[in-house]
């Protein structure tokens, strides 16, 4: 039996037979990075672990990233999830990029949600209006 998430695409992942339909995954393209220092945040020592590393995603690992996580999901709906150290730190751009690529890649009839975890210091009229 074919899967119908690979048929006549042999670009697309090859999902096992019980692969779940759907799952929940965050993202973080900024790792650690945060413009806060939190007394409580354990997450910004994790930045010590990659000295010298800019902690953002690439344009292309995004792309990469977001056909696999939209072609592994079978389940009519998934959920674009960000998160950080703090994900607005990517900037305005690199989110309209990501909804641009998921309009691209997305299936006929999938539909997507976008959520981000953010402490909305960064967050602007144009922030908002996206």
């Excluded at 990233?65 to 959920?79: C, F, M, N, T, V």
Aim: proline letters at 7%; aromatic letters at 10%; glycine letters at 6%.
């Amino acid at each position: 039996m074919t899967n119908p998430t690979t048929a006549g695409q042999a670009s697309r992942l090859t999902l096992p037979a019980n692969a779940p339909p759907s799952f929940h995954v965050l993202i973080k393209p900024t790792g650690a990075i945060c413009n806060l220092d939190c007394k409580y945040c354990f997450f910004l020592s994790k930045e010590m672990l990659y000295p010298g590393s800019r902690f953002q995603m690439a344009e292309n690992l995004l792309e990469t990233y977001l056909k696999q996580l939209l072609e592994s999901h079978r389940a009519p709906q998934l959920d674009v999830a960000w998160q950080g150290g703090e994900p607005t730190l990517m900037g305005l751009e690199f989110f309209q990029s990501s909804v641009e690529f998921v309009d691209k890649l997305k299936r006929p009839g999938q539909q997507v949600q976008y959520t981000i975890q953010t402490n909305g210091t960064q967050l602007n009229d144009e922030w908002c209006s996206f």
